[in-house]
């Protein structure tokens, strides 16, 4: 187990769009460093997966769908070059943070040539890789603002609970005490899959009996109400449960 880091204090953490966490990939082949890093940034509030090879890491920008990638330039299977490219290729306008012990000026120009945004050289302090990589998603037009414990926002829906309020482009919805709270449950959780298990147990609070048929009525409760007449936002993952997600194109 490495040594813990002392984690850097940041002004504001960052936030997609959709009021989601910004998702970063951190590939490389050190399983220390990797843990450390992964560990920070999720203490800041980033959705953070790892790879510790060009193909993993090719394979987890497919799936997972980073905002932002640390990748270090030497690989065990080709190099971060190589891995750039095809993530690139998927990717266009993701943000890249080369990770190095390479330091020679032509080795940073073959990094910023192949895609790089960015490139830190090892050793470096965790203060300045932090910084470069927030640096970056603010350039990148990620939002940054500290998250407001009472306004949740995804696409063009928000919720304010000091106002006990709920907007859809501008126009108020009035929902049920029990429709708000699944709501607010679904909107902290955005593109995230509930169970029906889960919203019983954090909507209801206790066991419901197994009487999904509770979720499933409130749901089209609040499908009337926010969805109806507009793009959807609310989505039965079939098997699995439900979410809730931007509508695109979203006004505005």
């Known amino acids: 187990m490495p040594p813990q880091p002392r984690v850097p204090d940041t002004a504001s953490p960052l936030v997609r769009s ?6 970063l990939l951190v590939v490389d082949d050190e399983p220390d460093l990797t843990e450390v890093l992964c560990g920070v940034f999720a203490y800041e509030g980033f959705d953070v997966r790892a790879a510790a090879d060009c193909s993993g890491a090719i394979r987890a920008a497919r799936e997972f769908r980073p905002d932002a990638v640390i990748l270090d330039v030497t690989l065990p ?32 120009i073959a990094g910023i040539r192949a895609g790089g945004d960015d490139y ?12 470069r990589l927030h640096g970056l998603l603010r350039r ?10 009472s306004l949740l926002t995804v696409g063009d829906l928000e919720l304010d609970d ?3 309020e709920v907007t859809r482009g501008g126009q108020v919805i009035e929902l049920s005490p029990t429709e708000y709270e699944l709501l607010r449950l679904m909107m902290r959780n955005p593109r995230k899959v509930l169970s029906k298990a889960v919203i019983l147990d954090r909507v209801w ?42 509508a695109w194109p979203c006004p505005g």
């Open 18 to 23: 959709d009021g989601g966490a910004v998702r």
């Open 77 to 108: 299977d080709s190099d971060g070059l190589t891995a750039l490219r095809e993530i690139r290729a998927e990717l266009p306008l993701v943000c890249v943070l080369f990770l190095t012990a390479r330091d020679a000026v032509e080795d940073r």
């Open 120 to 131: 830190v050289t090892k050793p470096f302090s965790l203060e300045e890789v932090t910084a």
């Open 140 to 149: 990148a037009g990620v939002e940054s603002r500290r998250a407001s414990a």
């Open 162 to 164: 000091d106002a006990h």
């Open 205 to 246: 609070s206790y066991d419901y009996g197994g009487r999904a048929h509770v979720v499933e009525l409130y749901i089209s409760y609040l499908r009337r109400k926010v969805d109806a007449g507009r793009p959807p936002m609310i989505h039965t993952v079939r098997g699995a449960g439900y979410v809730l997600k931007p």
